[in-house]
């Protein structure tokens, strides 16, 4: 079955990107390209008169911060995805970025043919990262669980048990802490998209989240996962 065409927009003050992310878009036959806007007032615009699958936004606009745009239109459209596409890759604007609604997050130097897989897995329900982002919010996950440990204690369910993953689910759960995509994660493994999205489903099931990300922190809470021998 054919799937219906993704609609993208994007904001963000440069035009060569603008016209660099408009060509990769265009190409890919699973994409529609919905329209541009270069600042916060046309972007917020843009986005609620248009209603676009997924809205990439940058976050250094001329008039004010993409942040603003993330929480409007996450507050008024829930239905639009949001990724952060932007040359800032420091913890306090991943982590603001994504409190304030976004889902993906990602750098301006991400290659064409990972755009459009990013944008893709956002609509499937995934959480895309640039690898150093994703290394970023780990960290801060870690951090606070470490916290949480040390002042409160311990408190998990005691009913609760450990997932049980086979060799491939931890293989997967490994590349994906890594900050792999998907279609990384399928040429490491030497298996297809297909086995990846179906051992994806099944890690997701096993340990109840439904994003890479909450994946990857349930399982290092569980035991399963151990951040430091991943450096």
Known sequence: MTREKISVALVDDDPAVRQRFK?????????????????????????????PRVLLVDLGLPDGSGMEIIKEVNQKQPTTEIMVVSMFGDEGHV???????ASGY??????????????????DGGSPMSPMIARHLLKRMQATEAYSKKNL?????????????????M???????????????????????????????????????????????????????????LD
């Open 95 to 101: 982590v603001q970025a994504i409190e304030a609604g």
């Open 153 to 169: 204690g311990n408190n998990l369910d005691d009913s609760s048990e450990a997932a049980s993953l086979t060799r491939r689910e």
């Open 106 to 123: 990602i750098l301006k130097d991400t290659d064409d043919l990972s755009l459009a897989e990013h944008i893709i897995q956002l609509c």
């Open 171 to 229: 293989q997967l759960l490994k590349l994906l802490a890594r900050g792999y995509t998907y279609r990384e994660v399928a040429e490491d493994l030497n298996v297809s998209s297909h086995t990846v999205n179906s051992h994806i489903k099944n890690l997701y099931r096993k340990l109840s989240v439904k994003t890479k990300n909450e994946a990857v922190f349930a399982a290092t809470r569980q035991g399963l996962l151990d951040m430091r021998a």
């Open 23 to 51: 060509a990769s878009i265009e190409k890919h036959p699973d994409l529609f390209w919905l329209g541009e806007a270069g600042c916060v007032r046309s972007g917020k615009a843009l986005a609620l008169s248009s209603s």
